[in-house]
């Protein structure tokens, strides 16, 4: 999927999905809503049920703390899945750090076994990264700790060991500045998503993966990779990671496609009441104050 018409069919789409989702709200039904990823799901069905389902509509509209609230957080599955809606909120707005901590600590809590531990502290060290990267903390020790800790306990084909490579590509592009070590982890998520049938966590890979492609001027490659990310997403309906989606392709897409993508993102960015908060730069002629709450 490369090219202006491939991308105008994505803008398109987008539009669409937009108009749809502000005029039907959470009436709006996504066919295969995914349990946010890295959390620990004892039962499959659970991706389909209907709490699962009002979960997801909530989380991919950026009401990460009302799709909380519907989780009573009494079981290991539970109490790792509030945690990782309210570390999500952490790192799309700025802004929870305390209720994400205490969250995770219940889940650490409550976490039995080391399938259960390993998705936990997979949760701890995106946190710590979280922190880190957004200049509230530096956390990258703790970071690293802590996802090499889920990696002792994660077996290899655990369905929670590729969003475990995923954040380790993360560490290794954003904060150790590895962009080889990024690649191999990132290519080793993406893989494993494919596996595990996970395609929230393919739309992260294929992004992360087009953006070393880009710095390393492959064009061609990039675009692609971008352009999968936002087909994903528009999909399953993630409109909270459209704009960032949107922003991505347009940096590897000349004038006037990459001016239209970015026209498209700052709507989205405007609907969502200024979240993802570190795209505010990108749109500095229509500033928006943060929605910290993480709710519409």
């Not at 018409?5 to 989702?21: G, M, N, W, Y």
């Not at 590509?169 to 996970?198: K, S, T, V």
Request: charged letters at 25%; aromatic letters at 4%.
């Amino acid at each position: 999927m490369s090219g202006s018409d491939s991308v105008s069919k994505s803008t398109r789409s987008t539009a669409q999905s937009t108009a749809e989702s502000t005029a039907k709200s959470t009436q709006a039904t996504h066919p295969k809503a995914p349990a946010p990823p890295g959390t620990a799901s004892p039962d499959p069905t659970l991706k389909r049920s209907a709490l699962q389902t009002a979960v997801w509509r909530l989380r991919s509209r950026g009401c990460w703390t009302d799709a909380a609230a519907l989780l009573t957080p009494d079981s290991a599955g539970a109490a790792l899945q509030r945690a990782s809606l309210l570390v999500e909120r952490c790192l799309f707005t700025e802004q929870g750090w305390p209720e994400a901590e205490d969250a995770l600590r219940n889940a650490e809590a409550l976490a039995q076994g080391d399938d259960e531990r390993g998705a936990a502290a997979c949760e701890r060290g995106h946190l710590a990264y979280a922190s880190t990267v957004l200049g509230v903390r530096d956390r990258a020790d703790e970071a690293r700790a802590a996802l090499g800790r889920a990696a002792a306990l994660l077996h290899p084909s655990a369905s929670g060991r590729p969003l475990l490579d995923f954040r380790r590509g993360l560490i290794a592009e954003h904060i150790a500045d590895a962009p080889q070590a990024a690649l191999a982890a990132y290519r080793r998520a993406h893989a494993g998503a494919a596996a595990h049938d996970d395609p929230l966590l393919l739309s992260f890979t294929w992004r992360h993966l087009a953006g070393l492609a880009l710095r390393d001027g492959e064009l061609a490659e990039a675009r692609h990779g971008f352009a999968e990310s936002l087909r994903i997403r528009e999909e399953l309906g993630y409109l909270v990671g459209t704009a960032p989606a949107l922003v991505a392709l347009a940096e590897a897409e000349p004038d006037p496609t990459a001016s239209r993508l970015r026209a498209e993102a700052a709507r989205l960015f405007r609907l969502l009441g200024g979240v993802p908060t570190w795209l505010a730069g990108q749109f500095p002629a229509d500033p928006v104050k943060p929605n910290p709450s993480g709710n519409l």
